[in-house]
């Protein structure tokens, strides 16, 4: 079945720093990801939507300037969490859909930051 | 707008028995989709099971089924036999019909632990 990898798994950097999502779609082609934040115990809140070739449309609250999407070709879209912080230390999961509408999402297996 | 409620933060049930997830909505659209994700301690999200609005007809898929009640807009997942490995976290899911595909509205989850 269709296969969503996310990379890395979990990852811990110092307040300030820069850190890099990669969301890969390995066997089919990804018009469309998403990016979720998930905090403890909760459920998965949309931060934006990674369309290919144009830019991502975030949902209200989250800072796109701190929070960069590029969805650079059909099977790879990136999170970069610029400059974070203590409060960023989260964890993220990306999707993917290769098919019509109310095709099941595919899921990466996400990451778990922590920022010191 | 649409929402996703799941009235039932955590339940239990013994191994082998049967268990109901319930999960309500609310839209003013006539088509759209629901879904059924787990999330189990790897925190990888699997796909449960899929129904379309405008099938009457139930889904099921092996030992899960939902009951799916348009005019009342609810869509339990009933879980038969349950097996130890079906501990994780359920969450019921919406998805538009026409829009921007594959941008689900999670509920906050229910958390189900299967006990020996």
């Known amino acids: 079945g269709a296969v969503v990898s996310q990379h890395p798994s979990w990852v811990i950097c110092k307040s300030g720093t820069s850190v890099k999502i990669e969301c890969r779609s390995l066997?089919?082609?990804?018009?469309?990801m998403f990016w979720y934040r998930q905090f403890p115990k909760q459920s998965l809140m949309l931060m934006a939507t990674?369309?290919?070739?144009?830019?991502?449309?975030?949902e209200q609250g989250v800072e796109k300037d701190k929070f960069l999407i590029n969805h650079a070709s059909l099977t790879l879209s990136t999170l970069t969490v610029t400059s974070a912080h203590p409060e960023d230390s989260s964890f993220y999961i990306c999707?993917?859909?290769?098919?019509?509408?109310?095709?099941?999402?595919?899921f990466g297996n996400g990451t778990r930051l922590t920022v010191t | 707008a649409q929402t996703v409620t799941q009235s039932q933060p955590e339940m239990s049930v013994q191994e082998a028995e049967t268990v109901t997830l319930s999960c309500t909505y609310d839209t003013s659209e006539s088509n759209y989709y629901l879904f059924w994700y787990k999330q189990p301690p790897s925190r990888q999200m699997i796909l449960v099971i899929r129904q379309e609005a405008y099938k009457q007809q139930n889904a099921t898929e092996n030992r899960f089924s939902v009951n799916f009640q348009k005019a009342a807009k609810s869509f339990s997942l009933k879980i038969s036999d349950s097996q130890l490995g079906d501990t994780a976290m359920y969450f019921c899911a919406y998805e538009g019909y026409g829009g921007s595909q594959g941008n689900l509205i999670f509920g906050k989850g229910t958390k189900l632990s299967v006990k020996p």
């Open positions: 999707s993917a859909t290769g098919g019509p509408g109310g095709s099941p999402l595919h």
């Open positions: 990674s369309n290919e070739g144009s830019k991502a449309t975030y």
């Open positions: 066997d089919f082609q990804a018009t469309t």
